[in-house]
C-alpha cells in the first residue's frame, strides 16, 4: 500500500463499517459483535493500531483474536478488507440503511433492491412511482401504499435510540471531518440519542453539504435544503447537518443542542457568531450543554469536572469477570492520575458470573497489599461488590465486610420484583454496618430492560440519614443513577460517586460518562465523594464519620 498507514479512527470505521453488513448478510450476532468491540478498542486506543499489527503485535489488544488479526493485517498493508468491498457490492448499505430509518426490515428492502435492481432511494422512489412495487412477491395493493407512505414520511429520529458511547464518536468524527461542532443529543450527553447534528460555519454551503454527502458513514442523504442536510449511516441513523452562516453559527448551534422544550422557552433566538453571544443578548446566564433541557431554570453551578476526580470506587478483575489483574488495574488508574482505585468483584449470589466467598475476598485482599508495594504511594483498596440477596441479608458475613475499605451493594437478580418488594430488600440490606454505597440502583440496561420498580425517595432518605452514598454508574448500557435521579438523590442530602465499574483497564475510561451523567443532575464537585481526598474517602466508608 502506498502512502501513510490508515489511523486508528479509519481503521474503527472500517470494522465498523465490516460488522454491519456482516449482519446485513445474516452473519452471527457474536461475529458482528466481536467487530464491533474492537472497533471500539482500536478508536480508544492511544498506540498507534497499524504500528502493532505491522510488528504482529496486534493480539496484545484484549479481544483480538486471530480472525480479526487477519482482517488488521490486510487493512493495513493493502488499505482496505476485501470482503467488505464484496459485501458491499452484493448488498447496498443505503438501501439497508433507509430501511432501518424508515422502519421497514433490513431483509425486505434489501428483497426490494434486488427484484426491481435498485440500490438508492432516488432509484427506489422512481420505482414506487412507476407502481412497480407490486412486481416484488408478496406485495400487494395494501403493502404498497404503506411502503409509499412510508417513503414520504421520513422520520428525523434515530429508530432505535444510539447509547451515547457510540453517538458521541459518531457526530465528533463526522464534525471533525467538515470543520465542524457536534451537537444534538450527544452534545447534552444524553444516555440515549434519537437526534443526532453537526453545526458548521460556512459562508457558502454547497461544498460542506456535498462533502458531507461524501461521507463514508453517509449511505444516504435523504433531505437536502440550501443550509441544511438530513444523512443516514448504514445502521439507519439519522444525521443533520447544519450550514451555518458565520455570524450565525451561535444561533445555529444552540438551537441544534439544546432539547427541543428548551429551545421553544427561550423565544426568537437572537443572531450571533457564539453561544456566548446569544445567551448576552437573551440576557441570561450562560447554560453548559448538559443542562440545556425543559426543566433547567436559572444560573448554574460550577458543575464537576473530569479533572476533579481522585479515583474510582468500583471495578473488577480476573478474580470475578474482569479482563486485568489487581496490580494491572491499579497501575492503569496511577497513570490516569488517580489517587485511589477500590477494587469491588463480585460476591457468589451473583450467579451468572464467578464471584468471591469470604475466603476468596480475604486472599484477594494479600494481593492487593502486594500491589500497593509496587503501586506506592498510589493505593488500591479492598472492596467488594456485595450482593443484595432476595431476603435483603448481604452476600458476605458481617465480620468480612468490617475488614474493607469500601462496599458496594448492589441488587442483581430479581429486577422484576414490586416495588414493596424491592424498597424492602434495599432498606433491609442497609440495615448493615458495612455499606458505603448503593450500586446502579433502578438496574436498568437501557434499550433492554426498563428501570426496576424501587421506590428511590424512600432509598435517598434512609441513605441521606445514613450518611452513605449513591452511586452514578458509568457503563454505557446503564448510566444509572439517571440524570433526574441524581438530582433527586443531591435534593435528598445524598452524596454521590461517580463510578465506572470497570471491568478491563480501558473500561476506566467511562468516567467521562459517569462524570457527564453527574453533570446533567447538575452535581458539583462538593456533591461528589471520590473528589475527596483518599484520608476523608476512608473516614465515610461506611457512612457520616
Known amino acids: 500500500m502506498t502512502g501513510p498507514p490508515p489511523d486508528n479512527a479509519e481503521i474503527a470505521r472500517q470494522l465498523d463499517a465490516f460488522a454491519s453488513l456482516l449482519e446485513l448478510a445474516g452473519a452471527g450476532p457474536y461475529t458482528a459483535r466481536a467487530y464491533r468491540r474492537a472497533s471500539d478498542l482500536i478508536r480508544s486506543?492511544?498506540?498507534?493500531?497499524?504500528?502493532?499489527?505491522?510488528?504482529?503485535?496486534?493480539r496484545e489488544l484484549r479481544g483480538i483474536g486471530p480472525g480479526i488479526e487477519r482482517r488488521l493485517r490486510e487493512l493495513v498493508e493493502t488499505g482496505e478488507i476485501e470482503e467488505l468491498k464484496e459485501l458491499q457490492r452484493e448488498i447496498s448499505p443505503e438501501?439497508?440503511?433507509?430501511?432501518?430509518?424508515?422502519?421497514?426490515?433490513?431483509?425486505?428492502?434489501?428483497?426490494i433492491g434486488r427484484v426491481l435492481g435498485v440500490r438508492s432511494l432516488e432509484e427506489l422512489r422512481e420505482a414506487a412511482h412507476e407502481g412497480r412495487?407490486?412486481?416484488v412477491p408478496g406485495v400487494g395493493p395494501e403493502?404498497?401504499?404503506?411502503?409509499?407512505?412510508?417513503?414520504?414520511?421520513?422520520?428525523?429520529?434515530?429508530?432505535?435510540?444510539?447509547?451515547?458511547?457510540?453517538?458521541r464518536p459518531l457526530v465528533e468524527v463526522i464534525a471533525e471531518a467538515l470543520g465542524g461542532i457536534a451537537a444534538g443529543d450527544p452534545r447534552r450527553w444524553v444516555d440515549a440519542s434519537h437526534r443526532l447534528a453537526v453545526v458548521v460555519a460556512a459562508e457558502q454551503p454547497e461544498p460542506v453539504l456535498e462533502e458531507f454527502e461524501a461521507l463514508p458513514q453517509i449511505v444516504a442523504v435523504v433531505e437536502r435544503e440550501p443550509r441544511r442536510a438530513l444523512g443516514v449511516t448504514v445502521e439507519g441513523v439519522p444525521i443533520e447537518l447544519v450550514a451555518a452562516e458565520p455570524r450565525r453559527l451561535g444561533t445555529e448551534l444552540?438551537?441544534?443542542?439544546g432539547s427541543p422544550e428548551y429551545v421553544g422557552a427561550l423565544g426568537p433566538l437572537p443572531e450571533a457568531p457564539d453561544e456566548e453571544g446569544v445567551y448576552r443578548a437573551l440576557g441570561i446566564p450562560f447554560v453548559p450543554p448538559e443542562l440545556r433541557e425543559s426543566g433547567f431554570r436559572g444560573e448554574p453551578s460550577r458543575l464537576l469536572e473530569l479533572a476533579d476526580v481522585r479515583g474510582d470506587l468500583h471495578t473488577h478483575t480476573t478474580w470475578s469477570d474482569g479482563?486485568?489483574?489487581?496490580?494491572?488495574?491499579?497501575?492503569?488508574?496511577?497513570?490516569?492520575?488517580?489517587?485511589?482505585?477500590?477494587?469491588?468483584?463480585?460476591?457468589?449470589?451473583?450467579?451468572?458470573?464467578?464471584?468471591?466467598?469470604?475466603?476468596?475476598?480475604?486472599?484477594?485482599?494479600?494481593?492487593?497489599?502486594?500491589?500497593?508495594?509496587?503501586?506506592?504511594?498510589?493505593?488500591?483498596?479492598r472492596g467488594t461488590e456485595?450482593?443484595?440477596?432476595?431476603?435483603?441479608?448481604?452476600?458476605?458475613?458481617?465480620?468480612v465486610l468490617a475488614e474493607l475499605d469500601w462496599v458496594q451493594a448492589s441488587v442483581h437478580g430479581g429486577q422484576r420484583g414490586s416495588r414493596e418488594e424491592l424498597t424492602k430488600r434495599v432498606l433491609t440490606a442497609l440495615e448493615s454496618s458495612y455499606v458505603s454505597c448503593l450500586s446502579h440502583p433502578t438496574g436498568r440496561l437501557i434499550n433492554h430492560r426498563p428501570p426496576n420498580a424501587v421506590?428511590?425517595?424512600?432509598?435517598?432518605?434512609?441513605?441521606?440519614?445514613?450518611?452513605?452514598?449513591?452511586?452514578?454508574?458509568?457503563?454505557?448500557?446503564?448510566?444509572?443513577?439517571?440524570?433526574?435521579?441524581?438530582?433527586?438523590?443531591?435534593?435528598?442530602?445524598?452524596?454521590?460517586?461517580?463510578?465506572?465499574?470497570?471491568?478491563?483497564?480501558?473500561?476506566?475510561?467511562?468516567?467521562?460518562?459517569?462524570?457527564?451523567?453527574a453533570r446533567r443532575g447538575g452535581a458539583t464537585a462538593e456533591d461528589v465523594v471520590n473528589t475527596r481526598p483518599l484520608d476523608e474517602v476512608l473516614a465515610r466508608r461506611f457512612g457520616r464519620p
Open 45 to 58: 486506543t492511544p498506540a498507534p493500531v497499524a504500528e502493532l499489527v505491522r510488528e504482529g503485535r496486534a
Open 386 to 399: 456485595c450482593d443484595i440477596r432476595r431476603d435483603g441479608s448481604l452476600d458476605l458475613p458481617e465480620d
Open 95 to 111: 438501501l439497508a440503511g433507509l430501511g432501518r430509518f424508515l422502519g421497514v426490515s433490513v431483509k425486505r428492502m434489501l428483497e
Open 455 to 517: 421506590d428511590l425517595e424512600a432509598v435517598f432518605t434512609r441513605l441521606a440519614e445514613q450518611g452513605r452514598a449513591v452511586e452514578v454508574n458509568g457503563l454505557p448500557n446503564r448510566l444509572d443513577l439517571r440524570d433526574e435521579h441524581v438530582r433527586l438523590a443531591r435534593e435528598a442530602g445524598v452524596a454521590i460517586v461517580v463510578n465506572t465499574d470497570a471491568h478491563s483497564t480501558r473500561g476506566l475510561g467511562n468516567m467521562e460518562l459517569a462524570v457527564a451523567t
Open 254 to 257: 444552540v438551537r441544534a443542542t
Open 143 to 167: 403493502t404498497e401504499r404503506k411502503l409509499l407512505a412510508t417513503l414520504a414520511r421520513e422520520p428525523r429520529a434515530a429508530p432505535r435510540p444510539l447509547l451515547l458511547h457510540r453517538s
Open 323 to 381: 479482563k486485568a489483574s489487581v496490580y494491572e488495574m491499579g497501575l492503569a488508574a496511577r497513570e490516569r492520575g488517580y489517587d485511589y482505585l477500590a477494587i469491588c468483584d463480585h460476591t457468589v449470589s451473583v450467579g451468572a458470573v464467578p464471584g468471591l466467598d469470604a475466603d476468596g475476598v480475604r486472599r484477594q485482599g494479600e494481593e492487593i497489599a502486594d500491589a500497593n508495594e509496587r503501586l506506592a504511594p498510589f493505593r488500591l483498596l
Open 133 to 135: 412495487l407490486r412486481e
